[in-house]
């Protein structure tokens, strides 16, 4: 399957800071990826729909001004916390879709953030 | 009423025996459904994807697909406890659209 890459993989900050995940596609061109939030024994929670070259998409109850998307290229799309606080602790999971005959949808392997 | 639905479980099998996952969902013009396998503290992992009614085989593993009775399921046969995680269905209403998922189902397979 098609390979799909976050850095950094786990991060500890200040409360008040922000911190910037990066999610790539490896081998393929990602014209769409998603960024997703699981918390502890809880479903993934989607986030925003990012699509290169215009703004990203968030869903109800997603603050834009918090979670600031940018996606740049067709292989990059990062997600950065902004003013990031201990509720923000949480595991970020980006994914890419992979357009064809018939459409997939990949994960990367999560960034686990920890806000002290 | 949620678009995908899934027992959480815990489902318990015996290694060796046929592990059944179910997935239902309320939106018909769902086309496209996905099972991913999720280990704790791990991303989700693409298992199999389905798209037509019938059934779908891949090794070990069988979707089945009705969309008249708008679900999907997941046979795991020989069921080991490398198998044991939280499996996610999720459906696509095509066009490239979003993904809804289920909440996932635990299995656990016991040695």
């Known amino acids: 399957g098609a390979v799909v890459s976050q850095h950094p993989s786990r991060v500890i900050c200040k409360s008040g800071t922000s911190v910037k995940i990066e999610c790539r596609s490896l081998?393929?061109?990602?014209?769409?990826m998603f960024w997703y939030r699981q918390f502890p024994k809880q479903s993934l929670m989607l986030m925003a729909t990012?699509?290169?070259?215009?703004?990203?998409?968030?869903e109800q109850g997603v603050e834009k001004d918090k979670f600031l998307i940018n996606h740049a290229s067709l292989t990059l799309s990062t997600l950065t916390v902004t003013s990031a606080h201990p509720e923000d602790s949480s595991f970020y999971i980006c994914?890419?879709?992979?357009?064809?005959?018939?459409?997939?949808?990949?994960f990367g392997p999560g960034t686990r953030l920890l806000v002290l | 009423q949620k678009e995908v639905e899934q027992n959480s479980g815990p489902l318990s099998v015996p290694e060796g025996a046929i592990a059944s996952l179910n997935c239902t969902y309320s939106d018909r013009v769902s086309q496209s459904f996905f099972w991913y396998r999720q280990y704790s503290g791990k991303s989700p992992e693409l298992i199999m994807s389905i798209y037509s009614n019938g059934d779908k085989e891949d090794g070990r593993f069988t979707a089945q697909l009705n969309k008249a009775s708008q679900y999907v399921s997941l046979l795991i046969r020989d069921s080991q406890p490398s198998d044991s995680a939280t499996y996610l269905c999720a459906a696509s209403r095509g066009n490239f659209n979003k993904f809804y998922f289920g909440s996932g189902t635990k299995l656990n397979v016991k040695p």
């Open positions: 081998d393929f061109q990602a014209t769409t």
């Open positions: 994914s890419a879709r992979v357009r064809g005959a018939q459409e997939t949808q990949y």
């Open positions: 990012s699509n290169e070259g215009s703004k990203a998409t968030y």
